[in-house]
């Protein structure tokens, strides 16, 4: 996950994309879009933000992480909702490594993550009992 340094407005986002649009400017990403690694059927497989290209007309460094995390080996790399972070799904440890360094050396924040299977969701997200509050004095 790449974070740039600044925000983006959803409501800017969505007003950049309709200008576009209504100007004849391509409001899709101009790549094919990404495919999530593994068994995913498509669409959900499809990785597309129709945001992503409105923004990086008005904030060129969107489209430089993304392609930092693909020269660095993403499967697939996109904007995040309205921006401006980014993310980048990687099969190998080392090349999600290589893209954080990557962007830190541009002077970005960059964070690795790893997603969760179903199980591991499961029991992390669990309802945990809560011991109740202490009353009175201590």
Request: glycine share 10%.
């Amino acid at each position: 996950l790449v974070l740039p340094g600044f925000g983006v407005s959803t409501k800017a986002a969505y007003a950049w994309y309709d200008e576009d649009a209504s100007s004849g400017l391509s409001v899709r990403t101009r790549q094919t879009p990404g495919r999530v690694p593994g068994s995913w059927a498509r669409p959900a497989a499809d990785v597309v933000n129709d945001l992503e290209e409105p923004v990086a007309r008005r904030h060129p460094e969107i489209a430089e992480a993304a392609g930092i995390l693909r020269q660095a080996g993403s499967e697939v790399a996109a904007m995040s909702g309205s921006g401006s972070a980014v993310f980048g799904l990687f099969t190998s440890s080392g090349a999600a490594g290589a893209a954080v360094r990557a962007s830190e050396r541009r002077g970005w924040r960059a964070v690795r993550t790893r997603t969760l299977g179903h199980a591991e969701y499961k029991w992390l997200s669990r309802v945990r009992r809560q011991r109740p509050a202490p009353t009175g004095p201590r």
